[in-house]
């Protein structure tokens, strides 16, 4: 069964230190992979998507993701932390067939020290 | 270009009411999906419309319906409430697609439900 996994719950980095937040998949084919970020009170807003191509994908706000299939992996991650950066993550997979059903990880509550 | 709108952003019902939920997606996108997100079973796939059909549909009881209208707009009902219902519920849309996640999704700001 497909399946998203987000090892970390929660964690903390002082601000302008870097940020690599882990996303393991489980998919029988090439996966359609998103992140998305939650601020409190708020709805998802999407930070990158990989459908094909180069495996290192740009997306808003200074975060990148990296693609590896040999690791089943989509690891979110970027240079330097602002404290504007805390709010929850999610890692999703779309799910085959003929449906837009995205399945999200639980979650990684990120907590910036100044 | 106006994102998702989703009405009432808040609502309290007593068990046992039933209640309906509001999305507006984006203009020109025709896939409507619902999602219900807890903090013990986080975001779970309520169901999805494309062209006023339900084409996919989660793993909840028969109490949560939805339907899509001709100009795309959703709604979603939940019947005879209960306390575990309360929960914030998320509208996203999205371009047809051939589905498997190839377009992006926009998220609404969702509506929190809280059931007492």
């Known amino acids: 069964a497909q399946s998203v996994t987000q090892p970390d719950i929660h964690i903390t980095v002082s601000e302008g230190a870097s940020l690599e937040l882990r996303c393991n998949y489980s998919?029988?084919?090439?996966?359609?992979l998103f992140w998305y970020v939650q601020s409190p009170g708020q709805g998802l807003q999407l930070l990158l998507k990989y459908f094909s191509g180069d495996t290192l994908v740009q997306g808003i706000k200074g975060f990148e993701a990296e693609f590896k299939r040999s690791q089943s992996s989509f690891n979110l991650r970027k240079p330097s932390v602002h404290w504007s950066d805390a709010a929850e993550y999610f890692c999703?997979?779309?799910?085959?067939?003929?449906?837009?059903?995205?399945?999200f990880g639980t979650g990684t509550l990120l907590a910036v020290q100044p | 270009k106006a994102g998702v709108t989703q009405t009432p952003r808040y609502l309290i019902k007593t068990r046992g009411q039933q209640v309906t939920l509001s999305c507006s997606p984006i203009s020109g996108h025709r896939s409507v999906s619902w999602y219900q997100q807890t903090p013990g079973q986080g975001l779970q796939f309520l169901f999805e419309?494309?062209?006023?059909?339900?084409?996919n549909k989660g793993n909840f009881p028969g109490r949560f319906s939805g339907r899509q209208f001709s100009n795309s707009r959703s709604e979603m009902n939940v019947s005879t409430l209960e306390l575990g219902d309360s929960a914030l519920y998320l509208c996203?849309?999205?371009?047809?697609?051939?589905?498997?996640?190839?377009?992006?999704?926009?998220f609404g700001p969702g509506t929190r439900l809280t059931v007492t």
């Open positions: 999703a997979v779309g799910a085959r067939g003929a449906t837009n059903k995205l399945i």
């Open positions: 998919y029988g084919a090439t996966p359609y």
């Open positions: 419309y494309f062209s006023e059909t339900q084409r």
């Open positions: 996203a849309s999205s371009l047809a697609g051939r589905g498997g996640g190839d377009y992006e999704q926009y």
